[in-house]
C-alpha cells in the first residue's frame, strides 16, 4: 500500500476508534450531566438557523443584545449549516453531533501533527492512541480527580459532556492542524501556504477564545525555535507574522477592535473575578523565563527544534493550569481550562520521550525508556477499560422530557407570553436551545456592551444588598422594570443542578402560582407590556439594584396605570412598533435593552433613541394624537467596516492563490 493512503488509512481508523467509545455522546437527548452549558451554545445554533444575519439583534437574551456580540460565530454557524441540512433533527442534537465529532477528530489531527514533523507513523500512532486513552490530569490534579463523575472519560472528553466545551473542543482540535500550515508557511515560498496557514489562525480566532490564546502561545514558540534555527530550515519569521496578520484581516468581519476589547474588559471579571495584580506580573516573568530557557536549548541543540517546541508548549501550558490547581494562582483568566492543551502536548512528548529513549544505543538509556513506558502501562488498563466498558452503559443520553428543565421550559413556551421569563441555573442555558422564549438572563456575559441584564440579575437572584424583609418586594420591582411575566423557582429538592435563586421560600407569598413540578415552580409577575408612557419625575435616575430597589415605585405604577400603555410588537427579530395617544411632556419607556445600533422615527420622521438609567432604551417623542414609532437596530460603523475589510482580504487572498496557481502551470 502506498506510504499516502496508509497515513490515510490510519487516520480513518483513530476516527472510527474515537467515535465509537463516544458513541452515545451521538444519541440524541439530555447528558446525565446536569451542570453543562452545552444548552447555551446550542442555543446560539438554534438563533442562527432561523435567523442567521450576523448584523441583526437576538431579543431573546439580557434584555436584548447583538448578534454580533453573542460569541464567537464558528461553531454556532456550522452547526446551523448542519441544522439546515437535518432538518429531520432537534436543534440541540444536530449541535452535539457538530462538537462530538470535533471531539473525535481531536486525535486524528493529533497524529497529523506528529507525523508531519516526524515523519514516524508508528510512534505518530501511539500519540493518537495515549491521548485517545489516557488523561494525565486525573493524577497530576487532585481537583480534577474529584470530578471524575459518572464513569471514566478523558478529560477533554469529561469538559465536552459534562461542562459543555464543545468549542474548547473543537478548538483544540484545529490547533495541530494550524501549526503545521504555520511551520509550512514559513518555511516554503509560496503564498497559499501562508493563505492556508491565516485560513486556518482566523478558524481558530472564531471559535474558541481559550484556543485562540493557546494558538498564540504556541505561535509565540515557533517563533523563537524557528528564528534560532532558520539557517537549518530556511524559517522566514516574517512569513508567519505576516500569517497572523492576514488572519486577523479574514477574521476581523467578527473580531472587530471594538468586540475584542469588550471581551477582554469582561472576561476578568465574568472568569471568577481575576485580578491583575503583582502575582500575575511575577507569573508572567516565569513565562517569559520558559520562553527564553528554551530558546537557549534550541540555541545548544539546533537539531532537536521539533523537542524544544514541544517542550515549550507543554511547560507553557502546565505553568499555568499547575499555577490553578496546586497554588490557587490564576496566571491568566481561566487558567484551568488549559488542562486540554496540557493533555494534547503530553501525549505528543510522552511518544516522542519514549522512542527517542528506545532508540538509544546505551541499554541503561533504553531501560530508562521501558520504565517510562512501564508507567503507562501501569496506569493505562484501568481508564481504557473503564472507558470501553461503562461509557456506554452509564453515560447514555435520557429523553429530554424526563429532565425538569425540559418541563419547565416547555410550560413557559405554552404560555405564550409577551413579557419575558426569569429563570435561573441550567434551564435558562437550554430554553433557548428548545423554545424562542424571552429572557433576563442568557447564555455569556463577556461579549456585552450593555450589562444591564447583568445587574438585574444579580440582584434578582441574590437580593444581595437589600433588606431581608423586602427580598420579594425589592425582586418583584426589578422584575417588573425588566418585562418579566414569569418567574422560574427551582426549590433545594429539586434535580435541577444549579439551585441559584437564594431564598426561593420569599415569593410564594407575593405572587401567584401557576404551575407546580415536584419543588419547581412557576410564579405569574404582573405585566403590563414592553412599552409605557412615563414623566421625568417617575422615572430613576439611577440605576435600581436591591439596595435601592425603593425608586422603582413611582415607575411601576405608572406602568400599571391602563392609560400609559402604548401597544408594542416585534416586526422580526431586529425591529419593533410601538403604536398609541403620545400627551405633551410623556416619554417612552420600553423593556428593550439599549444599544448604539438602534435607530427610531415616528411617523416617518427621525426619532433619537437613548438609554435610560437602566440602560434600556427611552424615546423622547413629539405629542401625537396616534403616534407610530419604528426602532430598528443597524450595525455600528465598525462592524460594517470591518467587513469589508475582510471581504477585501478574502478576495484579494483568492486572487493571488489562483494567480499563483496559473503561473505554475504556465
Known sequence: MAPGRKTVLAALCIFLLNAALNAPFFLPGEGKYRDSIEGGYASMARFFSDHPNPFGWNPYQYLGLPAHDWYLPAVPYASAVCIWLLPMLKAEHVYRLVVTTAA???????????????????WAIVAALLYTFFSPSYTLFPAIQKDLGISYVPWRVQALIKYGEGPHNTGLM?????????????????????????????????TNWVACLAAAWCCLAMLIVGTTTQHEHGFAP?????????????????????????????????????????????????????????????????ARHYHAFLAICLVGFAFIVCG????????????????????????????????WFLAQPRRWVRDAGMALFGVWIVLWPTQARTYVESTWIQLRPTPRQNTVEYR??????????????????????RIN?????????GTFESGLTNRSAVY????????????????????????????????????????????????????PAALPKVWEDGDNYVYRV?????????????????????????????????????????????????????????????????????????????????????????????????????????????PPFEQVALTVVSLLAWAASIALVLRERRRRRA
Not at 492542524?177 to 509560496?190: D, E, V, Y
Not at 433588606?467 to 429538592?493: F, Q
Open 324 to 355: 490553578h490547581y496546586w497554588y490557587g494562582v490564576d496566571t491568566i483568566p481561566e487558567s484551568r481550562r488549559y488542562a486540554l492543551e496540557v493533555e494534547f502536548f503530553f501525549a505528543a512528548v510522552f511518544s516522542e520521550a519514549l522512542r
Open 238 to 302: 516574517g512569513r508567519l507574522l505576516g500569517a497572523a496578520l492576514l488572519g486577523y484581516l479574514l477574521a476581523a468581519f467578527w473580531l472587530t477592535p471594538g468586540f475584542v476589547q469588550t471581551t477582554m474588559f469582561n472576561w476578568p471579571a465574568d472568569a471568577f473575578n481575576y485580578k491583575l495584580q503583582t502575582t500575575q506580573w511575577a507569573l508572567f516573568g516565569a513565562v517569559a523565563g520558559i520562553l527564553a530557557a528554551g530558546w537557549i536549548f534550541v540555541w545548544w541543540r539546533p
Open 104 to 122: 473525535c477528530l481531536g486525535p486524528v489531527t493529533l497524529f497529523l501533527f506528529v507525523f508531519y514533523f516526524t515523519r514516524n507513523r508508528k
Open 456 to 507: 438585574f440579575n444579580y440582584f434578582i437572584r441574590t437580593g444581595q444588598g437589600g433588606k431581608p424583609e423586602r427580598r420579594a418586594a425589592d425582586a418583584i420591582l426589578l422584575m417588573r422594570a425588566a418585562g418579566v411575566e414569569y418567574l422560574a423557582v427551582h426549590g433545594p429538592r429539586s434535580s435541577e443542578h444549579w439551585r441559584d435563586i437564594l431564598n426561593p421560600d420569599a415569593f
Open 526 to 634: 404582573p405585566f403590563t407590556g414592553f412599552a409605557h408612557l412615563v414623566t421625568g419625575s417617575e422615572y430613576p435616575q439611577s440605576r435600581p439594584l436591591a439596595a435601592n430597589a425603593t425608586i422603582l415605585e413611582c415607575f411601576v405604577k405608572a406602568m400599571d396605570d391602563p392609560a400609559r400603555r402604548l401597544k408594542f410588537e416585534w416586526l422580526g427579530t431586529s425591529r419593533f412598533r410601538i403604536t398609541g395617544p403620545v400627551p405633551e411632556g410623556m416619554l417612552v419607556s420600553t423593556r428593550v435593552a439599549w444599544n448604539k445600533g438602534w435607530t427610531g422615527t415616528q411617523d416617518g420622521a427621525p426619532l433619537h433613541a437613548e438609554p435610560d438609567a437602566m440602560d434600556l432604551i427611552l424615546l423622547r417623542p413629539k405629542p401625537a394624537a396616534a403616534a407610530v414609532i419604528e426602532l430598528a437596530y443597524r
Open 174 to 206: 484545529l490547533l495541530p492542524l494550524t501549526l503545521i500550515a504555520c511551520w509550512h508557511a514559513a518555511t516554503r515560498r509560496r503564498f497559499w501556504h501562508v493563505f492556508a496557514a491565516a485560513a486556518l489562525l482566523a478558524a481558530i480566532s472564531l
Open 433 to 441: 436551545s428548545w423554545f424562542p422564549v424571552q429572557q433576563v438572563h
Open 408 to 429: 419547565t421550559a416547555e410550560f413557559l413556551a405554552s404560555r405564550g407570553s409577551e413579557g419575558r421569563v426569569y429563570l435561573g441555573g441550567g434551564t435558562r442555558f
